[in-house]
């Protein structure tokens, strides 16, 4: 590292520690384009899509994402990671008298990936829980890789409307939501016997990673002391507050040319509005 002498970093080391935490063992990001992704929409929503003759979307809000992890048989060391994905979908259907709507659903998309997990034969034991009515330490865990999986908000990139006859054959009418999942919505969700289907297209961001419990030495500097004052916001002067926001010059000398999205946040609030 230019600049730094590697000894003055050294001579700061106090001590090794031996620590616990979790190792990553691999991972990997993706970019989903998910196409056509079949939306179960509320009843209400259901009436408007049924008399709409275009639909536009609103907004795509992640509810919960299940992992489930499986050894890869053929393959040793790895493990495949089923990820099933719950959205909240939210739209606005148009009827022919130029009245719009708001519609809601719910879409669900599975996915699957596969990663290094190394192996252990170890039983895990812990004293941090206890078994309800008993004084015992809890059952030992198998000792599967933990599968983490960060996820922002979906990009709401386009929605239609489809005649049942033209569905697509694959769709899933016997899908079985959570409770906790339907109470996300004000009203029960349609998920067969309607006469039109409603679809979405999201554009999704992800990164999946294994992770193992493990020991590690490490070089220890310092005690963690913060070096910043807490702040009251609530008697903060609000002129001081004021203050400190840059002036809008672009709402007042709007600019040449508007840029299109390039970036996660810009590409939301556009389609948020």
Do not use: W
């Not at 067969?192 to 289907?197: K, M």
């Not at 672009?250 to 996660?264: H, M």
Request: glycine share 4%.
């Amino acid at each position: 590292m230019p600049g730094i002498d590697s000894r003055d970093i050294t001579s700061n080391i106090k001590e090794s520690v031996c620590i616990h935490t979790s190792k990553i063992y691999d991972s990997c990001r993706d970019k989903d384009c998910i196409e056509d992704l079949r939306v179960y929409p509320t009843f209400e929503s259901q009436r408007y899509i049924d008399e709409a003759i275009s639909v536009r979307p609103k907004s795509a809000e992640l509810l919960y994402a299940s992992i489930d992890v499986e050894e890869v048989a053929f393959n040793q060391g790895y493990y495949s990671i089923d990820v099933r994905y719950y959205y909240k979908i939210k739209g606005d259907a148009f009827a022919l008298l130029n009245r719009s709507n708001e519609i809601s659903g719910l879409a669900v998309f599975d996915k699957r990936v596969i990663l290094f997990g190394s192996e252990g034969n170890a039983k895990i034991y812990s004293s941090n829980n206890l078994l309800v009515g008993n004084d015992l330490q809890a059952l030992p865990r198998t000792n599967l890789p933990t599968a983490v999986v960060e996820v922002v908000d979906p990009i709401a990139l386009g929605m239609r409307i489809v005649d049942i006859c033209d569905a697509v054959p694959y769709d899933n009418d016997q899908l079985d939501v959570p409770e906790f999942i339907q109470n996300a919505f004000s009203d029960r969700l349609n998920v067969s016997g309607e006469s039109r289907r409603l679809y979405v297209t999201l554009g999704q961001f992800s990164i999946v990673r294994l992770e193992r419990d493990t020991q590690l030495c490490i070089p220890t500097y310092s005690y963690c002391i913060p070096d910043k004052e807490c702040v009251d916001t609530n008697n903060s002067d609000p002129c001081d507050v004021f203050r400190r926001i840059n002036f809008p010059v672009d709402e007042f000398f709007p600019p040449n040319t508007i840029s299109s999205a390039d970036n996660y946040k810009e590409a939301r609030a556009q389609v948020n509005g």
